[in-house]
């Protein structure tokens, strides 16, 4: 299962770490969010979960808002996102396809959403970037395991792309048995 979660931005300021150097933080209110609305491939043509955050007054929604909200049988929320699911899955299902990233991923993900693949290999590259950069170690480390460290660096994109697939292959086998 893949996880995601919308916040507002609630201001900035510093804590100490352990050895008395000051880190900027930034306090995010994450929560409550809700799931309005599931999306699945039989119905919507692609795997999808909207979440709403924040309350809102009716007043402030639109007519076809406010019976999106109803027939949810969810409060208003000021903010809804939509998060779609399933693209790693296509690694997960076929390990083989971790050996060919550029020439068989890519260009799936990029088929699926319209763009191009190195512009799909530019934004995974990215997000292992702000990953390393701005992640917390100890986190990674839980997901990844010992294959994460300062030392090493960051991974490739097929590296990344792997680690990810196993650990979801990982986590399936555990809730099967």
């Keep these: ?28 209110e994450a929560g409550p969010c809700v799931v309005v609305q599931r999306k699945t491939t039989e119905n919507d043509g692609y795997e ?5 955050f924040g309350a809102v007054s009716d007043k ?5 808002l406010r019976g999106h909200f109803a027939k949810a049988d969810v409060a208003a929320k000021r903010v809804l996102r939509e998060f779609r699911l399933g ?21 799936a993900v990029a088929k699926k959403f ?10 995974i590259r990215h997000a292992i970037e702000v990953a390393w ?3 917390d170690l100890e986190t990674l480390q839980k997901y990844f395991g010992y294959t994460v460290s300062n030392a090493k660096g960051k991974p490739t994109n097929s590296e990344f792309i792997a680690m ?4 979801i292959s990982l986590d399936d086998d555990r809730r099967i048995s």
């Design 133 to 135: 950069d701005r992640g």
């Design 87 to 107: 693209e790693i899955t296509l690694a997960v299902g076929d390990m083989e396809v971790i050996n060919a990233v550029t020439k068989v991923l890519y260009p």
């Design 164 to 167: 990810i697939a196993d650990r």
């Design 1 to 28: 299962m893949e996880k995601c979660i919308i916040g507002k931005k609630i201001g900035m300021t510093q804590l100490f770490d352990e050895n008395g150097n000051i880190v900027p933080v930034t306090v995010v």
């Design 60 to 64: 402030r929604l639109t007519k076809a």
């Design 114 to 123: 319209g763009t191009t693949a190195s512009r799909v290999e530019r934004a």
């Design 48 to 52: 999808a979960v909207q979440i709403g």
